[in-house]
């Protein structure tokens, strides 16, 4: 990569250098140069203030950026089509050449970003929605600002000059070992300690697992805390929800206060995981979509068994069910008991019975 230092040198007296200038300049002949940063005659704008917030007319960002300034930590141009190259492969290209600009672009085609796809995905967003957003001078909403500041940091490098981790790739990956290998907190926040010691200096390593969580948070799927009885008798939840008691033993819902605490504790939680936002994730990707209708487009062998859509049993629901069945995105729900005994102990004799579901 071109030596940058001279976005972030200071300037006497508040004044530009004449290489500041020349490299902004730079900078708008690369950005213009590449079709897809466009939005209806607008780029990015990485001011200080705008930080690649805001689509604006070229010769508005040239304003910005010469009152303004750089956001900070922007001397990779990532949000402008520039990817995490290696370093010899950066010296050849001259900083505002149409060519150069063309090279880089034609190598993103080829290399799509895994986690950037991931955020489009669980923000519901496509490329094409991306470019289409309205040019606006008004501040982004809370929904809009999370989701430039997720594919910001899909994008950013782990640190400058770092070619194979983003800031959301390290985060992702470090949380799959601590779910694979079910590392305490305080374990995380070691490893985390010990790998921003040996990093570069200046790396975008999140400090500490809250740090993680919170930058994490929107790509997740939340879930409800519902007290229950600690006997399992009731759930305190609908109709239910402002009860005390449990309604089958007594037994109170909530601790005995102690001290001077005013919030109230229930004596035990049930986190209910909604399964209609997890089945509608799985349609949001193209590639897991495909696999969620693979039972009605695949091809059958006869006499051959490859999926439960081959059986008897789900033969029988189709023609059961015909409006249903006829849609392939609808969803057949099969209930799974490991180590459960459905027909009871010999000496219960208790009785068992089996509901089918379904999710349209």
């Known amino acids: 990569m071109d030596d940058r230092s001279w976005m972030y040198r200071d300037s006497p007296q508040g004044l530009r250098r004449m290489d500041y200038c020349n490299g902004v300049q730079g900078f708008i002949n690369f950005a213009t140069s590449i079709p897809r940063n466009f939005t209806d005659g607008g ?27 750089f956001m900070e930590d922007y001397v990779c141009w990532y949000a402008h089509g520039e990817l995490f190259v290696p370093d010899e492969s950066m010296e050849e290209q001259v900083v505002g050449s149409t060519s150069s600009a063309s090279n880089m672009h034609e190598v993103e085609n080829e290399n799509s970003n895994p986690y950037r796809n991931m955020v489009m995905d669980a923000m519901r ?56 290998h079910g590392l305490s907190e305080a374990g995380y926040d070691k490893i985390i300690e010990w790998a921003i010691s040996i990093l570069p200096k200046g790396n975008r390593l999140k400090e500490n697992f809250y740090a ?7 790509l997740g799927l ?47 939680k049930l986190r209910y995981f909604p399964i209609t936002p997890r089945l509608q994730r799985l349609f949001m990707s193209p590639r897991t979509a495909e696999h969620m209708t693979w039972h009605q487009s695949h091809h059958a062998v006869d006499g051959v068994m490859v999926h ?14 015909p409006p249903f069945s006829a849609e392939s995105r609808n969803v057949r729900l099969g209930l799974c008991t490991d180590g459960f005994n459905p027909f009871g102990s010999e000496q219960s004799g208790a009785e068992y019975r089996c509901l089918s579901s379904s999710v349209d």
């Open 43 to 69: 780029i990015r704008c990485p001011c200080r203030k705008c930080k690649n917030l805001k689509f604006l007319h070229q010769d508005v960002v040239t304003m910005h950026l010469l009152t303004k300034g």
């Open 125 to 180: 967003m496509s490329e094409a929605n991306v470019r289409e957003c309205p040019i606006v001078e008004e501040e982004p909403n809370a929904d809009a600002a999370r989701f430039f500041d997720l594919l910001r940091d899909s994008d950013e490098p782990l640190w400058d000059g770092c070619t194979n981790h983003s800031k959301l790739s390290a985060v992702a990956q470090v949380f799959t070992i601590k779910s694979d």
């Open 212 to 218: 993680a969580k919170s930058m994490m948070k929107p």
């Open 222 to 268: 939340g879930y409800q805390k519902i007290d229950i009885c600690p006997n399992f008798c009731m759930l305190y939840y609908l109709e239910n929800a402002e009860m005390t008691e449990c309604m089958t033993c007594g037994h109170s819902r909530y601790k005995p206060r102690t001290g001077r605490g005013k919030t109230l504790v229930a004596y035990k």
């Open 308 to 321: 439960p859509s081959n059986g008897e049993a789900w033969k029988h629901f189709n023609s059961m069910h």
